[in-house]
């Protein structure tokens, strides 16, 4: 039987079995691809989310101020026995006294402290320098060092005898070490914001803090704090479940208290529930977001799979009318197709989904995939499976029934395939790229206030695609007028040109499809790598900007004015600035001579921004010579506070710190001493890290403002991730459509190579050189291969320097997004394009240096 046999029938075509395996294999790959992206970008939210939380934050969190001394111990005692059944660990208590205004060390009384204790701090979180962190309390090192305590001294407060210093710790830098992150308003001196706390008094142990309150007497603990250190969650599955066991704790341990009569003694709060729910926004935004490209990428696979069911028709045609005659109904010859190719398809498709997996890393977010992820992933892959075998069943099943129980053969068949070229598909794409134009203009501007992530309009993401395959279209009608019209050009003085010229134009319909693929693959492979790296460098640039270097300290006037110069541990990689507002514009005073060395300039060109910076020296005219910021047409020169007009020497169109609004940049070599302590604020800009700064201006003495900031806190990155994330998929489905693409072509060669082996054979008997033989080849793939990389190369630019300032997530930071230099994806591109056309023509060339003219005249 013609069904048994099918699976070993296969294998007389080789081509056609790899051709649908591929196919299979590309959409399962897609398929399963969307569905893992979307998960994956979820983990990669959520572990975004965990790396600027406080690790203790990720579970429950039991905290309140001026909680009664006696009630304490019942509150620490209900969460400790609780915890276990929720899948908790034990808590890490945290309690803090009221400040000891008047502590007595060596007989002074002119100390203000505060008792602390933290389980697990001893050891391990406090450095202990001198002395032993036995039974007692750990005093700062910088009260001590200067005022001369030591370990073994015995302070006192109002007379009561507190346990004695048994050690040394050297005091929490601003900002607090990771693991004191929940406890920086409690455990740091703020020293730098002038905190009249002088030093946390931490007890070794939960003992010696009870006996120090009770000998006390002190009423009330000032802060009572229990969180649990979790390991942070890798999935949004993993951070919902943190969140259930989370609540029911809460819940428990609201009713224990309750049922003490300690109901409202203490407040419990899942602080990462806000980064849960946005995890899982940015999962369901990037699923929506790409759903519509995964949609299309399926089409077009199901319509590769019809293709190579009509291949398949046409090859077994005599078989499948001799089956017919013998009363073989459509349907079971649907299924001789299936038998024949269901296996190839099958296995296809099954490593289209471990492909998918396995290139994660590859392709996708930096995240792990959520629980279930992969299971629906296979399910994806294996609905695309059931309906490309049914697809290809049902072709095969409509072809014969027409053809062989209808009698509607190659008259239907020439007015469909008439009817298919003739219409202007191009419209149509046209119509939907500009419905999608018309989402996208406003696209930035539908984040509500409030809202972390870019809202999402499927609409507007299709619209760089649709842009991408009208122009697709548009050339390839274009070349097949040109192909039909061929037949008029007469270049035998060229003969390899002619040749190529006439081997296109008999083969118009593998010529256009392989140019409307490639340039769609290639189109959409820049614009999806051109949105996402234009979002990750604009994160990049207004960061820059925004902050105006690596870090920034507000700090006192002394360090502006000179009178306390910069620290030397900092002095190399820090410049001050000053700053006036108040007149409509904004003012920077900077030292040129150091500006740049710390300084982020993001887009600015260097080399001018210096040579404007020199020009801030003075020279003569009147007025202060200033760099002018901004494009504001009536921007006037006024400075403030007492300072002449400013004389503009250069123009920028924006400048760290400034952005883009009205402003000025002046130099502090042009103001005198009285007008340098005239300006209002002084800022550190360094390329240090912030504790080296903080720590560097502590040990001068220097005090700044609580107002800090650094690049890497200063943006919220996940809705620039998002749209990263997004449009990664995008320049995935360029790349597989650009292997589609590369195989088209190549299957396009093998399949003439019976015709190019005897044409090939006979212009070398008439005296062609093989080498013009090879140049005549390559002029046929070259120009195919060459018009598609020049246009999809061009549109996938074009239409990705449109659409990336509307993506930009902050467009209300200077710079808006821009597209990233595409040099190097344009070289990559051409040099891919070039060894597809060498490999091509290699092969066309192998098929006439092996063929026996006789025997191909013969066939």
Request: glycine residues 10%; charged residues 15%.
């Amino acid at each position: 039987m013609p069904w048994r046999a099918a699976p070993r029938a296969a294998l007389t075509s080789p081509l056609t079995l790899i051709i649908a395996a591929v196919t299979a294999l590309l959409a399962c790959f897609l398929g399963t691809a969307a569905v893992l992206q979307a998960s994956a970008a979820g983990g990669a939210a959520v572990a975004y989310q965990s790396g600027i939380a406080c690790p203790d934050y990720y579970g429950p969190v039991f905290s309140k101020d001026n909680v009664p001394a006696a009630a304490a111990p019942q509150i620490i005692d209900s969460v400790r026995s609780k915890a276990p059944a929720h899948g908790f660990a034990a808590p890490v208590t945290s309690r803090y006294t009221t400040v000891l205004v008047g502590t007595e060390f060596n007989g002074d009384s002119n100390y203000k402290v505060t008792l602390a204790h933290r389980d697990q701090a001893v050891p391990g979180h406090l450095d202990v320098t001198n002395g032993s962190a036995g039974a007692g309390l750990l005093l700062g090192t910088v009260v001590a060092k200067a005022e001369g305590i030591k370990a073994g001294t015995t302070p006192s407060f109002r007379g009561a005898q507190l346990p004695p210093v048994t050690g040394l710790y050297r005091d929490l830098a601003d900002p607090a070490p990771r693991w004191w992150c929940s406890q920086q308003r409690n455990a740091v001196v703020s020293r730098l914001a002038n905190d009249p706390l002088d030093s946390v008094m931490f007890a070794t142990d939960g003992k010696t803090f009870d006996d120090a309150v009770r000998t006390l007497g002190l009423p009330e603990i000032k802060a009572l704090h229990l969180s649990f250190y979790e390991a942070p969650p890798k999935t949004v599955s993993e951070a919902e479940d943190l969140l259930e066991r989370s609540k029911a704790l809460i819940a428990d341990v609201k009713a224990d208290l309750g049922a003490r009569g300690l109901g409202d003694a203490i407040t419990g709060s899942v602080p990462f529930e806000r980064s849960v729910e946005i995890s899982n926004q940015a999962e369901s935004n990037v699923l929506v977001s790409i759903l519509p490209l995964a949609a299309i990428s399926i089409l077009v696979g199901c319509a590769g799979i019809g293709t190579v069911a009509l291949q398949w028709h046409q090859r077994r045609h005599p078989q499948l009318r001799l089956l017919a005659a013998r009363g073989s109904a459509p349907g079971a010859l649907g299924m001789l197709a299936v038998a024949e190719l269901g296996l190839p398809i099958v296995a296809g498709g099954v490593a289209g989904g471990v492909l998918a997996r396995l290139l994660l890393g590859v392709y996708g977010p930096p995240g792990e995939i959520g629980e279930g992820a992969l299971l629906r992933g296979s399910l994806v892959a294996a609905v695309i499976l059931l309906v490309s075998l049914a697809l290809l069943a049902g072709v095969i099943a409509f072809r014969t029934h027409r053809e062989f129980e209808l009698g509607r053969v190659k008259s239907g068949r020439r007015k469909g395939m008439k009817l298919l070229a003739v219409f202007p598909w191009e419209l149509l794409t046209a119509g939907v790229a500009l419905l999608g134009w018309t989402r996208l203009v406003d696209y930035s501007k539908g984040s509500r206030i409030g809202n972390p992530l870019p809202q999402v309009d499927p609409l507007a993401l299709t619209y760089p695609v649709f842009v991408v395959l009208t122009v697709g279209l548009l050339a390839a009608r274009l070349a097949w007028l040109a192909l039909l019209a061929s037949h008029r050009a007469r270049l035998w003085s060229r003969p390899a040109l002619q040749l190529a010229i006439r081997r296109l134009a008999s083969a118009r319909a593998p010529v256009t499809g392989v140019l409307v693929i490639g340039t769609l693959a290639i189109g959409t492979l820049a614009t999806g790598i051109g949105i996402a790296r234009g979002q990750e460098e604009a994160l990049h640039t207004k960061s820059a900007i925004f902050v105006g270097a690596e870090t920034r300290v507000d700090t006192e006037s002394v360090i502006g004015t000179g009178q306390i110069p910069l620290p030397a541990e900092i002095n190399g990689s820090t410049t001050i600035v000053g700053e006036l507002t108040g007149t409509g514009n904004v003012v920077l005073v900077v030292d040129p001579q150091t500006f740049r060395r710390a300084a982020t300039l993001g887009p600015l060109d260097g080399a001018e921004v210096d040579r404007l910076l020199g020009g801030l020296s003075g020279g003569p005219g009147n007025g202060v010579p200033a760099i002018r910021v901004g494009n504001d047409a009536a921007q006037k020169p006024r400075l403030g506070a007492g300072l002449p007009d400013a004389r503009t020497i250069g123009e920028l169109s924006m400048f760290p710190i400034i952005g883009t609004k009205a402003g000025y940049v002046i130099s502090r070599e042009s103001l005198s001493a009285a007008q340098l302590r005239a300006v209002p604020k002084w800022s550190l800009l360094s390329g240090s890290s912030m504790t080296q700064v903080t720590e560097a201006l502590v040990s001068v003495g220097v005090a700044t403002a609580v107002n800090r900031v650094t690049r890497d806190s200063a943006l919220d990155a996940l809705p620039f991730y998002v749209v990263s994330w997004t449009f990664s998929f995008m320049a995935l489905l360029g790349a597989v459509l650009g292997v589609v693409a590369v195989l088209s072509l190549l299957v396009a060669v093998e399949v003439r190579r019976r015709q190019n082996a005897l044409a090939g054979a006979l212009v070398l008997r008439m005296g062609m050189r093989p080498r013009a033989l090879l140049a005549s080849h390559l002029m046929e793939l070259g120009a195919l291969s060459g018009l598609a990389v020049v246009i999809g190369v061009a549109c996938g630019i074009s239409v990705a320097g449109l659409s990336v300032p509307r993506f930009d997530p902050a467009t209300f930071l200077a710079p808006r997004s821009a597209l990233p230099n595409p040099t190097p994806m344009a070289l990559t591109v051409l040099a891919v394009g070039v060894l597809v056309v060498a490999l091509a023509g290699w092969i066309a060339m192998r098929s006439v240096r092996t063929a026996r003219t006789a025997e191909l005249i013969r066939a």
